[in-house]
């Protein structure tokens, strides 16, 4: 877990008009909602792409409204703000299945993703679990495994950055957790929605694809802090403050592939790496608040430096106390994680929180759904977790469960699937 936070900033669009029959544009629907941010009290109630016909279009809250775009230069679910509610899962294709069959899944993945991102129904046998939602920031998000490229006979096309990750003394993993041909990213901000999504996307995989492995996810729900904040992970620590925004001038060469990439077909694309990791809560809320900021390196209630200021005030590595110690310790998490204590090396965090219940001790299952982006993992993800596996402070309190790394393309153009680049060229 890195000390970097996701841009607040999501993009919003204008969705597509109402299928045939529904009664009720999406653009009249979202009109005054989406453009005005407005937030709506109890007599404002919610209609969705399965509202009835009406004289009079009710419109909604401003979270429902909220919509990313599925077509553009980048796959959405990246740079997108925190999504309230997350599912990441992974397909392996199925015996038999292989070039052709993966090009028609993704194509049929991609016309889900765009109408369920625009707040309309899936094409083929909708189950309704989000009528009278709208799209509440969807986004769904597809990614390439290295196994993929051998199932398909593309070989030739596997990025050298989508090597294997090197084994880190810290991990746990369990492989039939890790790793998968397709990777999908889902995030919205109603829960329905989110489910409605996964539910389409595991439906369209039909023979072609089985799931590997599947997880679930949560964040605080937007407005539910007085003005936008860094979240916090279930330690209770803000989590993401030194993440690199895209208002900063490198931002786009750290984290996405320039346009003259290699492989072409990655072009504008990232590389999400995948952890699953388990916090050892019981011991770490046995610690003081002290103690647990020493771990971290910074404030629990601010998220600033212990080397003073506020949460986005440069961390003083060399500050001591009276006593000549270090103010920040030498094994803080904050400390070893910064980019330059490491070469320069940057990613872009967007995590969820889980928690799959509680073992026969009561001991809970829970921890954080580690998701970041670069353009390459060799100079982003590997050399954080080898300086991390070589004295963390917070490796006694958590444990890496599952692993994955994926070649995510970059955004497909009006009239294209993601990925057909890779399968058509």
């Given at each position: 877990?890195?000390?970097?936070s996701?841009?607040?900033?999501?993009?919003?669009?204008?969705?597509e008009?109402?299928s045939?029959?529904?009664?009720?544009?999406?653009?009249?629907?979202?009109?005054?909602?989406?453009?005005?941010?407005?937030?709506?009290?109890a007599?404002?109630g919610?209609?969705g792409?399965?509202?009835a016909?009406?004289?009079?279009t009710?419109?909604?809250?401003?979270?429902?409204a909220?919509?990313?775009m599925?077509?553009?230069?980048?796959?959405?679910?990246i740079?997108?703000?925190?999504?309230a509610?997350?599912?990441?899962?992974?397909?392996?294709?199925?015996?038999?299945?292989?070039r052709k069959?993966a090009?028609?899944?993704l194509?049929?993945?991609?016309?889900t993703?765009?109408r369920l991102?625009?707040?309309?129904?899936?094409?083929q046998?909708?189950?309704?679990?989000?009528?009278d939602?709208?799209?509440?920031?969807?986004?769904?998000?597809?990614?390439?495994?290295?196994?993929?490229?051998?199932?398909?006979?593309?070989?030739?096309?596997?990025?050298?950055?989508l090597?294997?990750?090197?084994d880190?003394?810290?991990?746990?993993l369990?492989?039939?957790?890790?790793?998968?041909?397709?990777w999908?990213?889902i995030?919205a901000?109603?829960a329905?929605?989110?489910?409605?999504?996964?539910r389409?996307?595991q439906k369209?995989?039909?023979?072609a694809?089985?799931?590997?492995?599947q997880?679930?996810?949560?964040?605080?729900?937007p407005?539910?802090?007085?003005?936008?904040?860094?979240?916090?992970?279930?330690m209770?620590?803000l989590?993401?403050?030194?993440?690199?925004?895209?208002?900063?001038s490198?931002?786009?060469?750290?984290?996405?592939?320039p346009a003259s990439?290699?492989?072409?077909?990655?072009a504008?694309?990232?590389?999400?790496?995948?952890r699953?990791?388990?916090m050892?809560l019981?011991d770490?809320?046995?610690?003081?608040?002290?103690?647990?900021?020493d771990?971290?390196?910074?404030?629990?209630?601010?998220?600033?430096?212990?080397?003073?200021g506020?949460?986005?005030?440069?961390?003083?590595?060399?500050?001591?106390?009276?006593?000549?110690?270090?103010?920040?310790?030498?094994?803080?998490?904050?400390?070893?994680?910064?980019?330059?204590?490491n070469?320069?090396?940057?990613?872009?965090?967007?995590?969820?929180?889980?928690?799959?219940g509680?073992?026969t001790?009561?001991?809970?299952?829970?921890?954080?759904?580690?998701?970041?982006?670069?353009?390459?993992?060799?100079?982003?993800?590997?050399?954080v977790?080898r300086?991390l596996?070589?004295?963390?402070?917070?490796?006694?309190?958590i444990?890496?469960?599952?692993?994955?790394l994926?070649?995510?393309?970059?955004?497909?153009?009006?009239?294209e699937?993601?990925?057909?680049?890779?399968?058509?060229g």
């Amino acid at each position: 877990m890195a000390d970097q936070s996701t841009s607040e900033a999501s993009r919003e669009t204008v969705s597509e008009n109402a299928s045939p029959g529904e009664g009720i544009s999406r653009r009249r629907l979202l009109g005054s909602a989406g453009a005005t941010g407005l937030v709506l009290g109890a007599a404002g109630g919610a209609a969705g792409y399965a509202a009835a016909p009406s004289d009079k279009t009710v419109p909604l809250t401003s979270v429902g409204a909220d919509t990313a775009m599925f077509h553009g230069k980048h796959q959405a679910g990246i740079t997108d703000a925190l999504h309230a509610r997350g599912h990441l899962v992974a397909f392996d294709l199925t015996a038999g299945a292989g070039r052709k069959e993966a090009a028609a899944l993704l194509r049929r993945w991609s016309t889900t993703a765009q109408r369920l991102m625009a707040g309309e129904a899936a094409a083929q046998d909708d189950t309704d679990v989000a009528r009278d939602a709208g799209p509440s920031s969807l986004t769904v998000t597809f990614g390439f495994g290295n196994s993929f490229f051998a199932r398909t006979g593309l070989e030739k096309q596997r990025p050298v950055a989508l090597d294997p990750l090197p084994d880190f003394s810290s991990d746990h993993l369990d492989k039939a957790r890790s790793d998968g041909d397709l990777w999908v990213q889902i995030g919205a901000n109603d829960a329905l929605v989110a489910f409605h999504a996964l539910r389409a996307i595991q439906k369209d995989a039909g023979s072609a694809a089985r799931v590997r492995w599947q997880m679930n996810g949560f964040n605080r729900s937007p407005g539910a802090t007085a003005q936008p904040m860094t979240a916090r992970n279930l330690m209770g620590q803000l989590d993401g403050t030194r993440n690199p925004k895209p208002a900063e001038s490198d931002f786009d060469e750290r984290i996405f592939v320039p346009a003259s990439g290699d492989p072409a077909w990655m072009a504008n694309g990232s590389y999400a790496v995948v952890r699953r990791i388990r916090m050892l809560l019981d011991d770490w809320e046995q610690l003081s608040v002290k103690a647990q900021e020493d771990v971290i390196g910074r404030k629990k209630s601010t998220g600033a430096a212990l080397s003073g200021g506020d949460e986005t005030t440069e961390m003083n590595l060399d500050k001591t106390d009276a006593d000549g110690n270090l103010v920040v310790p030498i094994n803080a998490h904050a400390r070893i994680t910064r980019p330059d204590q490491n070469g320069g090396a940057a990613m872009l965090r967007r995590p969820f929180s889980f928690h799959d219940g509680f073992d026969t001790d009561g001991v809970p299952d829970a921890g954080l759904l580690f998701v970041c982006w670069q353009a390459d993992p060799v100079r982003g993800f590997v050399p954080v977790q080898r300086k991390l596996d070589r004295g963390d402070a917070l490796s006694e309190f958590i444990r890496h469960e599952s692993s994955g790394l994926f070649a995510v393309p970059g955004g497909a153009a009006e009239g294209e699937y993601v990925g057909q680049r890779l399968l058509e060229g």
